[in-house]
């Protein structure tokens, strides 16, 4: 079992940044590949990024690729999100979650597939006015 655990949100203007954490408590934290998702109010789940165990590979949706950035420090079993420029559109809760990679499936042709993630946290809202 893995227990996730997010902070970070808050209000910002647009154009101004925020740093989302997730802390992971549970074994074998560096066995898994890290997401973060959000939901708008009215709108389904979207991918954000994602990390694999070791932090080699990252992944990024089209909509925040040269703003956020996704790292990871599997000394402090945590996982973060550095969200930079943000805008309006980036309102949302935003949620991590845990994927196993134990078993050496293909973790970058499916990062993005929230069905296949194992553990969530309970989000963090991020709200960024104009």
């Known amino acids: 079992q893995v227990q996730l655990v997010e902070s970070g949100g808050g209000l910002v203007q647009a154009g101004g940044s925020l740093r989302l954490s997730c802390a992971a408590s549970?074994?074998?934290?560096?066995?898994?590949?890290m997401g973060w998702f959000r939901q708008a109010p009215g709108k389904e789940r979207d991918s954000v990024a994602a990390?694999?165990?070791?932090?080699?590979?990252?992944y990024y949706a089209d909509s925040v690729k040269g703003r956020f950035t996704i790292s990871r420090d599997n000394a402090k079993n945590t996982v973060y999100l550095q969200m930079n420029s943000l805008k309006t559109e980036d309102t949302a809760v935003y949620y991590c979650?845990?994927?196993?990679?134990?078993?050496?499936?293909?973790?970058?042709?499916?990062?993005?597939?929230?069905?296949?993630?194992?553990?969530w946290g309970q989000g963090t809202q991020v709200a960024v006015s104009s």
């Open positions: 990390i694999n165990w070791n932090g080699a590979n990252t």
């Open positions: 549970g074994r074998a934290f560096n066995m898994y590949g």
């Open positions: 979650a845990a994927r196993w990679q134990g078993d050496g499936s293909s973790y970058g042709t499916s990062w993005y597939d929230g069905f296949r993630y194992d553990f």
